[in-house]
């Protein structure tokens, strides 16, 4: 059984992916944490909470939470790239307490524990075995490695969804998780473990719509309803912000490139600018962008980025995954705090 450790900013699609993993008989979840990017740090923090004592799987991962960033650096950032992202209304839906017809606990902790430590207790308590899934802002991740340097010796994979792939290097824009904190990305990027990116271009084919939703037609399954009122939700955010009928979910793209590589493709990276773009110079001069941003051509195959997927085959994937969960019995539960 593979092991995992998530860290996610969620989101509607990111509770997706956390559902999928938490009941797919094949993955245990070894830790949760939540860290700010598509929403704060405290949103996210509530968000992760409420979700899992919804989900009420037959285990609790250990949870954890971004703590503050003494430095400030990554704050600035994040709170300016949210106002851009709340005036573009690209977000993918976030929680409040009545989500998508679902009360959901408010729930809470009293001495809630930093990410870093969650996922650096979580890989050290299964060293070469567990596997770091990450669909939010490096920052814990990050972190997690520049407080305990032998962490990534230990990690068997990590898996982002994030970063690009567009040769020659980037000049119009950095993508979202990686701009949220560049300088947690140069330091993951620099770490000594295998490393994959999963980029939001080549997930293009891999597209859910309205159609879909039949997949959860029975309302009798409470966790049927809950797939299909998320899955619903980010559509409709995306049809009135994008008017797209479409969605593509890069975060079970970049679950599934961890449980099951052999439906992507991978190319080698040689330099973050080949995963970042170099756009976020702007906003990060110092973090890792130079004049000459190719000049480092080190081989790193330790380093390697998604460049096509098997669409059809993840899709069946994915839908096979929706109707083993949707007759799962999610029971409900009253607001609270613990």
């Not at 909470?49 to 799987?57: D, H, K, T, Y």
């Not at 950032?77 to 977000?91: E, F, G, H, L």
């Not at 990690?155 to 950095?174: E, I, M, Q, W, Y």
């Not at 939703?213 to 009798?220: G, I, Q, T, V």
């Given at each position: 059984m593979r092991k995992i450790a998530l860290d996610a900013d969620p989101g509607v699609a990111d509770a997706l992916a956390l559902a999928f993993a938490l009941f797919d008989p094949?993955?245990?979840?070894?830790?949760?944490?939540?860290?700010?990017?598509?929403v704060d740090s405290q949103t996210s923090a509530r968000n992760l909470q409420s979700v899992v004592a919804f989900l009420a799987p037959p285990y609790l991962p250990r949870i954890g939470f971004e703590s503050e960033n003494p430095t400030g650096a990554?704050?600035?950032i994040r709170d300016d790239y949210a106002k851009i992202k709340k005036q573009n209304s690209v977000a993918d839906a976030t929680f409040s307490n009545d989500f998508s017809g679902f009360t959901l606990p408010v729930v809470e902790r009293f001495a809630p524990r930093p990410a870093s430590t969650i996922l650096r207790d979580a890989v050290r308590s299964h060293p070469r075995e567990t596997s770091l899934l990450a669909l939010g802002p490096l920052t814990n991740v990050a972190r997690a490695f520049q407080r305990d340097p032998e962490l990534?010796?230990?990690?068997?994979?990590?898996?982002?969804?994030?970063?690009?792939?567009?040769?020659?290097?980037?000049k119009n824009g950095t993508e979202f998780n990686i701009y949220c904190d560049p300088q947690a990305a140069r330091v993951v990027f620099q770490a000594p473990c295998a490393k994959t990116f999963v980029p939001i271009e080549v997930v293009a084919d891999l597209v859910f719509s309205f159609d879909d939703l039949r997949l959860f037609e029975s309302r009798d399954d409470v966790g049927g309803e809950f797939l299909r009122r998320s899955l619903l939700e980010i559509l409709?955010?995306?049809?009135?912000?994008?008017?797209?009928?479409?969605?593509?979910?890069?975060?079970?793209?970049?679950?599934?490139?961890?449980?099951?590589?052999?439906?992507?493709?991978?190319?080698d990276a040689f330099s973050v600018d080949e995963i970042c773009g170099n756009a976020s110079d702007v906003y990060a001069p110092d973090a890792f962008y130079a004049d000459a941003p190719r000049t480092f051509r080190a081989r790193r195959p330790d380093v390697e980025i998604v460049c096509q997927i098997d669409a059809d085959a993840v899709r069946q994937k994915i839908v096979d995954g929706f109707r083993r969960i949707a007759p799962a019995s999610f029971p409900r539960f009253s607001k609270k705090s613990v």
């Amino acid at each position: 059984m593979r092991k995992i450790a998530l860290d996610a900013d969620p989101g509607v699609a990111d509770a997706l992916a956390l559902a999928f993993a938490l009941f797919d008989p094949n993955v245990e979840i070894v830790a949760a944490t939540s860290v700010g990017g598509l929403v704060d740090s405290q949103t996210s923090a509530r968000n992760l909470q409420s979700v899992v004592a919804f989900l009420a799987p037959p285990y609790l991962p250990r949870i954890g939470f971004e703590s503050e960033n003494p430095t400030g650096a990554k704050t600035e950032i994040r709170d300016d790239y949210a106002k851009i992202k709340k005036q573009n209304s690209v977000a993918d839906a976030t929680f409040s307490n009545d989500f998508s017809g679902f009360t959901l606990p408010v729930v809470e902790r009293f001495a809630p524990r930093p990410a870093s430590t969650i996922l650096r207790d979580a890989v050290r308590s299964h060293p070469r075995e567990t596997s770091l899934l990450a669909l939010g802002p490096l920052t814990n991740v990050a972190r997690a490695f520049q407080r305990d340097p032998e962490l990534p010796f230990l990690l068997d994979r990590l898996v982002v969804a994030g970063g690009g792939l567009s040769f020659p290097p980037r000049k119009n824009g950095t993508e979202f998780n990686i701009y949220c904190d560049p300088q947690a990305a140069r330091v993951v990027f620099q770490a000594p473990c295998a490393k994959t990116f999963v980029p939001i271009e080549v997930v293009a084919d891999l597209v859910f719509s309205f159609d879909d939703l039949r997949l959860f037609e029975s309302r009798d399954d409470v966790g049927g309803e809950f797939l299909r009122r998320s899955l619903l939700e980010i559509l409709r955010v995306r049809r009135r912000t994008q008017g797209s009928e479409v969605v593509c979910l890069q975060e079970l793209a970049a679950y599934f490139a961890l449980v099951e590589p052999n439906l992507f493709s991978t190319v080698d990276a040689f330099s973050v600018d080949e995963i970042c773009g170099n756009a976020s110079d702007v906003y990060a001069p110092d973090a890792f962008y130079a004049d000459a941003p190719r000049t480092f051509r080190a081989r790193r195959p330790d380093v390697e980025i998604v460049c096509q997927i098997d669409a059809d085959a993840v899709r069946q994937k994915i839908v096979d995954g929706f109707r083993r969960i949707a007759p799962a019995s999610f029971p409900r539960f009253s607001k609270k705090s613990v």
